[in-house]
C-alpha cells in the first residue's frame, strides 16, 4: 500500500509568482485535506475535496485555491505569493464522506520559500 | 476561532524519565487526537480518543479525553532518544461539515541520552 505522496519536496518562489503543489492520495482514500504549517506552529486547515468538489475551507483567502482529480490526487495553486505564504504545506488523505472525522493520513509535506 | 493550547511549549528530559503534556480548548471537542511530527516528516496518528474518560494506550504513550471534553492529556512512560519530535493534539469541530482538524501549537520533547 502506497502512503501519501507530495511533490515537489522543495520550492523557491518569489512574491507575486504563482506556484502548484501535488498530492497523491494513499491508496482507496477519496479525500484530500490541505493543511498549512508556518515554522513553530501547528498545521491551519485551508481546504478538503471530496469526490472532486471542495467540502469546507479555512480562512484563507481565494488566491488559495485547490482541484482534485478522477484518481482523487489533487493540487494546491497559490496565485500572488506574498512573504507569509512561506510554510510547509501539508497535504492528508482519507477515506469517507468528508464530513465526519475520519483519520487522516499526512504526506512529508513541500517546503515552499517565497523571496 | 476555536483554538486548542498546549502545555508545556518544549520539554527538555533526561531519557527514562516520564513526560507529561496536556492540551486545553474553551469549546469542547467529541474527539480528541494525538499527533507526533519528526523533522522533514508530516503528523502521524498516535492516539485517538473518542469517548470523555476515555483513557487510551499505545505502548509506552497514553492518552485521556478529559471529562469536561474540553482537555487531553499524553503521557510518555520512558522516554527514549526516538521520543524527540513534536507533539501535536488536534480535533475536528463538533459542528460543520468540513472535516477539518483544528490543531494545537505543539509541544516539543527533546531527550536526553
Known amino acids: 500500500e502506497t502512503g501519501v505522496t507530495q511533490s515537489p519536496t522543495h520550492l523557491i518562489k518569489t512574491r507575486g509568482q504563482q506556484v502548484t503543489l501535488r498530492c497523491s492520495s494513499q491508496?482507496?482514500?477519496?479525500?484530500v485535506s490541505w493543511y498549512q504549517q508556518a515554522l513553530g506552529q501547528g498545521p491551519q486547515f485551508i481546504f478538503q475535496?471530496?469526490?472532486?468538489?471542495?467540502?469546507g475551507r479555512g480562512n484563507f483567502p481565494p488566491r488559495f485555491s485547490g482541484l482534485q482529480f478522477p484518481n482523487y490526487s489533487s493540487e494546491l495553486n497559490v496565485n500572488a505569493l506574498e512573504l507569509d505564504d512561506s510554510a510547509l504545506y501539508l497535504c492528508?488523505?482519507?477515506?469517507?464522506?468528508?464530513?465526519?472525522?475520519?483519520?487522516?493520513?499526512f504526506g512529508p509535506g513541500t517546503r515552499l520559500t517565497v523571496l | 476561532g476555536q483554538q486548542l493550547n498546549q502545555s508545556p511549549q518544549s520539554m527538555f528530559i533526561q531519557e527514562g524519565e516520564d513526560v507529561s503534556m496536556n492540551c486545553t480548548s474553551s469549546s469542547i471537542f467529541n474527539t480528541w487526537l494525538w499527533y507526533k511530527q519528526d523533522p522533514g516528516e508530516g503528523p502521524v496518528l498516535l492516539i485517538a480518543l473518542y469517548k470523555a474518560g476515555e483513557l487510551t494506550s499505545n505502548g509506552r504513550l497514553t492518552a485521556q479525553f478529559g471529562i469536561t471534553r474540553k482537555d487531553s492529556f499524553l503521557n510518555i512512560s520512558a522516554s527514549i532518544p526516538s521520543d524527540v519530535g513534536i507533539y501535536f493534539c488536534a480535533g475536528p469541530p463538533p459542528w460543520g461539515n468540513t472535516g477539518k482538524l483544528i490543531f494545537g501549537q505543539g509541544t516539543t520533547l527533546q531527550v536526553k541520552p
Open positions: 475535496y471530496y469526490r472532486e468538489e471542495e467540502n
Open positions: 492528508a488523505s482519507s477515506t469517507g464522506t468528508g464530513g465526519a472525522y475520519n483519520e487522516q493520513f
Open positions: 491508496s482507496g482514500h477519496n479525500t
